[in-house]
């Protein structure tokens, strides 16, 4: 996962960790993510790490678990469908 998030655009890094943030936020199902990853995201989240390629690639596992279709279609509405092609490929 982490050499994908390596090959996003430094530009997109900050508009794609609000997307992934809300995609975590919004879920209803408080066991969506599991704890220590929940943790690593908010330690994350408060030392203002999260539009790196380490806050990204924890984003990109939790906003999966969460709703991978929403994370896909924000990976393809900022123009990152190779990404999305290679997280793809590393989950099936």
């Known amino acids: 996962?982490?050499?994908?998030?390596?090959?996003?655009?430094s530009s997109l890094l900050g508009d794609l960790s609000k997307n992934l943030v809300n995609i975590v936020l919004s879920t209803k199902d408080?066991?969506?993510?599991?704890?220590?990853?929940?943790k690593k995201v908010i330690y994350l989240w408060r030392q203002d790490q999260l539009a790196t390629v380490t806050g990204l690639t924890?984003?990109?596992?939790?906003?999966?678990?969460?709703?991978?279709?929403?994370?896909?279609?924000?990976?393809?509405?900022?123009?990152?469908?190779?990404?999305?092609?290679?997280?793809k490929s590393l989950a099936g």
């Not at 996962?1 to 655009?9: G, L, S």
């Not at 408080?30 to 929940?38: D, F, G, I, T």
């Open 58 to 87: 924890t984003l990109m596992e939790a906003s999966l678990m969460v709703d991978a279709e929403e994370t896909y279609s924000t990976l393809d509405k900022l123009g990152l469908q190779e990404i999305t092609a290679t997280i």
């Open 1 to 9: 996962m982490e050499k994908a998030v390596e090959n996003i655009p």
């Open 30 to 38: 408080k066991n969506a993510v599991p704890a220590e990853l929940a």
